[in-house]
């Protein structure tokens, strides 16, 4: 019964999202693709992911434990956080922090967690600036003027 409600809501979620999606305006020099393909894609796949929970769903799921539970709602405020985070502080930072955290969060060693975020952070900033020609601030705007 557990899967039907959750799959339920999941179909709620899938289909405010493909709303939303209509809303986006493409702008004039956009990607080819532009930005309403990805959340249709995202809302597809929850869509049907949500309806095979409703169609065949399992016989006695097992859910989380109480620590799993913490950890995973841990893992929400700190991508939340994270994405709040961005703009005030540039990229580098609240990345490394985020990804050593949620590294943490997987196998608590505070010297491989670092390392990871701070490997991380800077693979992706590579990645996403010279990459993929993205428009990111490495640090704060107030430091770098």
Request: with cysteine; proline share 8%; charged share 10%.
């Amino acid at each position: 019964m557990s899967d039907r409600i959750f799959g339920s809501i999941l179909i709620v979620l899938a289909l405010a999202l493909f709303v939303s999606a209509t809303q986006l305006e493409s702008p004039f020099f956009a990607d080819p693709l532009g930005p309403k393909n990805f959340p249709f894609i995202v809302s597809g796949a929850a869509l049907v992911c949500s309806l095979a929970m409703i169609i065949k769903p399992d016989k006695d799921p097992l859910w989380p434990n109480i620590k799993t539970l913490i950890k995973l709602f841990t893992a929400l405020v700190i991508l939340v956080l994270y994405a709040f985070s961005l703009k005030n502080f540039g990229f580098l930072l609240p990345t490394a922090l985020a990804s050593a955290a949620l590294s943490y969060l997987i196998k608590p060693n505070v010297f491989k967690s670092s390392s990871t975020g701070i490997i991380l952070s800077l693979s992706l900033f590579v990645i996403f600036k010279f990459g993929l020609g993205l428009s990111l601030f490495p640090f704060p705007k107030f430091l770098i003027g």
